[in-house]
């Protein structure tokens, strides 16, 4: 039987951990990132210093969380609340728009109105906690990660992208990693769960996903020169990193980069994290993402002691993490 708890435990430590190593790279090419270290681990252990702690993407992250366990579920009203007490944590290098919009929640402004019209990846870097309660019931996981995501980002492209997100992460948990991953199921969950998306956006996303499904043997380099800014139009678009390895901040790029790294990495979580990392570009969000993705996978138990140990407030985010599947198991688990 699938140890559900630890799976939590790992989605969520996941994230800070990824989040906290990619940090420091923010910005960077892949290339440039390479050049730092031969050893990541030796790297790690000598600067340890550097890794210092995770940014708002864990931050929003654990707060969506709390939401979820005041409100014995999802309530609009709750993850806006514990959103505006975000500001007060404070927030570690927050995004504009995250930013802009939680201002506006704080002041009462209705979230359909406070919202930002980005196409960034911000809310889906945040929705790990919704494909993880209600990772039995797909329709409701899919209306809940809109909503969710509403709150900060209203474009359909950013909305697309956490609904995916959360039914990747909502798949994963169901695997042993000893077996056989199943690749072309596993697309074939991630299509579905944007059936009813609007027509133009979901042909945006399938044909994306189609993409990487057809290139999972390229390597990680060329994978991620590839995609790195699939999607991505003039102004963002970014000409001087043409031919370069890393990850745009754009939904769709961001959302096919992260699945490209965690399928070319399913022998092992410090494969994955180090690779999430060091991809170039927004990793620390990249590795918030990734992280959540890779530790729902692997489970909190196959993730070294070793990388826990640099996550601050470990204790506080294991605790969460616990409070969340006790309400998992109370009202959403059919089959223990």
């Known amino acids: 039987m699938q140890n559900y708890l630890d799976k939590f435990k790992g989605t969520l430590i996941g994230i800070a951990i990824g989040d906290t190593l990619g940090f420091p790279f923010k910005g960077k090419l892949r290339e440039e990132i390479a050049l730092k270290f031969d050893d990541f681990k030796d790297f790690l252990y000598n600067n340890i210093h550097t890794f210092k702690t995770y940014t708002n993407e864990t931050q929003l992250t654990l707060h969506l969380a709390e939401s979820l366990i005041k409100g014995n579920g999802f309530r609009v009203d709750n993850t806006i609340k514990e959103f505006v007490l975000w500001l007060y944590d404070p927030p570690i290098n927050p995004s504009y728009e995250r930013l802009t919009a939680i201002k506006k929640l704080e002041r009462g402004i209705e979230y359909k109105n406070a919202a930002t019209r980005s196409k960034g990846n911000g809310s889906m870097?945040?929705?790990?906690?919704?494909?993880?309660?209600?990772n039995n019931n797909l329709e409701l996981l899919k209306k809940t990660a809109e909503i969710s995501s509403m709150i900060t980002h209203s474009d359909p492209l950013a909305i697309t992208g956490s609904i995916i997100i959360a039914s990747a992460i909502s798949y994963v948990i169901k695997l042993q990693n000893n077996d056989e991953?199943?690749?072309?199921?596993?697309f074939k969950i991630l299509i579905q769960s944007i059936s009813d998306i609007d027509n133009d956006i979901q042909e945006i996303y399938i044909d994306a996903l189609k993409k990487l499904n057809e290139n999972l043997d390229l390597s990680l380099e060329a994978g991620l020169i590839k995609f790195s800014q699939i999607g991505v139009k003039s102004p963002y678009f970014i000409e001087e990193y043409l031919g370069k390895a890393f990850i745009h901040p754009f939904?769709?790029?961001?959302?096919?980069?992260?699945?490209f790294i965690f399928l070319k990495n399913l022998s092992s979580f410090e494969d994955s994290i180090i690779s999430f990392a060091t991809a170039g570009g927004d990793t620390n969000t990249v590795g918030a993402i990734g992280g959540g993705l890779?530790?729902?996978?692997?489970?909190?138990?196959?993730?070294?002691?070793?990388?826990?140990r640099i996550v601050k407030n470990k204790k506080y985010i294991l605790n969460i993490s616990e409070n969340?599947?006790?309400?998992?198991?109370?009202?959403?688990?059919?089959?223990i």
């Open 125 to 134: 870097s945040r929705i790990a906690p919704i494909g993880l309660l209600y």
């Open 324 to 335: 969340l599947y006790n309400i998992y198991i109370k009202q959403f688990r059919k089959l």
């Open 294 to 308: 890779a530790g729902a996978y692997f489970g909190y138990n196959n993730i070294s002691s070793e990388f826990v």
């Open 181 to 186: 991953f199943p690749i072309d199921n596993f």
């Open 251 to 259: 939904s769709l790029s961001t959302l096919i980069c992260v699945l």
